[in-house]
């Protein structure tokens, strides 16, 4: 019976933590916005300078 318990344990917990980790990234997906292609690639390069470089 400890055997069955167990296995059942690991289980939920198995199937939980992965409903829970979907839960959480469709809750993070709504928070998006959407933009333009333009301002899309801003957002992307944002760290970088947008000034030419010389090599």
């Given at each position: 019976?400890?055997?069955?318990?167990?296995?059942?344990?690991?289980?939920?917990l198995g199937?939980?933590?992965?409903?829970?980790?979907?839960?959480?990234?469709?809750?993070?997906?709504?928070?998006?916005?959407?933009?333009?292609?333009?301002?899309?690639?801003?957002?992307?390069?944002r760290?970088?300078?947008?000034?030419?470089?010389?090599?």
């Amino acid at each position: 019976m400890s055997v069955a318990a167990v296995l059942f344990a690991f289980l939920a917990l198995g199937v939980g933590g992965g409903l829970l980790l979907y839960l959480l990234v469709r809750a993070e997906h709504g928070k998006q916005r959407e933009m333009d292609r333009r301002t899309a690639e801003r957002a992307a390069r944002r760290d970088t300078d947008d000034r030419r470089r010389d090599w």
